[in-house]
């Protein structure tokens, strides 16, 4: 009896480990004819942990870093734009100063490519007016987040409308000039002043616009950590706003190309500094 007393208060013992124990002095008395036991008093907090046998010595883990993952985003974007200005206006030079080239587009309806310019001229102007309207009223907001999700979608609406619309629209001009008159070095006076303007706007587009996006777009973003920090009366960045003179601008330009292409200066009345055509 006196064994199993003891292997019972033993048994008593192991299970208290296992029971988150209280301020109060937990005692246990088994009293028998002759043997009282007390068990003793247990404080603090129980916290199981792996047996050594089981437990693995683990490497520290050591900080990783970031490798560089070469080219980001934008200079991609600028590489392209780059790339593409450069073949765009090769393009229109080779044919203003040697003549009709490629061979091909001397095969290609000349509605077709009057219906290309066409579209492709009312995307490439009404998306430069329109965005430049919006992003005008983007700024006046002052409003964070919407500041935020223009600036990450202006390259975007750049790639996916203005880019193919005024290539779309150089390269069927072109082609209408080889159509109507025979090539573009020898069309009228008003179709080479149309291209040249389209080669300044190009140049000023990529030198005051595509040039801010990326400063603009840290400006906005830590515009936006204020407005999440609980900021108030947080102002437009100033960048932000001096872009409204660059994209009005743009917007002269598109309203000159269009002004060239219905007086067609040169043909319906006479330049100032050439005689009539």
């Not at 206006?89 to 009709?100: D, H, R």
């Not at 080239?101 to 509605?111: H, N, S």
């Not at 009005?248 to 219905?262: A, N, P, R």
Request: contains cysteine; aromatic residues 12%.
């Amino acid at each position: 009896a006196m064994k199993s007393q003891i292997l019972f208060v033993a048994l008593l013992s192991v299970a208290s480990a296992f029971v988150p124990s209280t301020n109060k002095a937990l005692q246990l008395s088994l009293t028998t004819a002759k043997h009282p036991v007390l068990l003793p008093r247990t404080t603090g907090n129980f916290q199981l942990e792996p047996l050594a046998v089981f437990a693995k010595n683990k490497a520290p883990i050591e900080p990783v870093e970031e490798e560089d993952g070469g080219w980001d985003d934008k200079s991609v974007e600028l590489a392209f734009l780059a790339v593409w200005l450069v073949g765009l206006s090769g393009f229109i030079l080779e044919n203003n100063f040697v003549g009709p080239w490629p061979a091909v587009m001397r095969t290609i309806p000349e509605r077709w490519f009057f219906l290309s310019h066409m579209v492709g001229g009312m995307l490439f102007g009404g998306g430069i007016i329109l965005t430049t309207c919006i992003e005008r009223l983007v700024a006046k907001s002052n409003n964070a987040p919407v500041l935020k999700f223009w600036f990450t979608q202006v390259p975007t609406l750049d790639g996916l409308i203005v880019v193919p619309a005024l290539t779309v629209s150089m390269i069927s001009g072109t082609g209408l000039a080889i159509a109507r008159y025979g090539g573009l070095n020898i069309a009228p006076p008003h179709v080479d002043a149309i291209f040249w303007t389209l080669i300044a706007f190009m140049t000023w587009w990529g030198v005051t616009d595509l040039s801010t996006q990326t400063t603009s777009l840290e400006a906005v973003n830590e515009m936006n950590e204020k407005y999440q920090n609980g900021e108030k009366d947080i102002e437009t960045p100033e960048i932000v706003l001096n872009r409204h003179t660059s994209n009005v601008v743009s917007c002269f330009f598109v309203l000159t190309l269009y002004s060239f292409m219905v007086l067609k200066p040169g043909t319906l009345f006479a330049f100032p500094w050439s005689p009539w055509t």
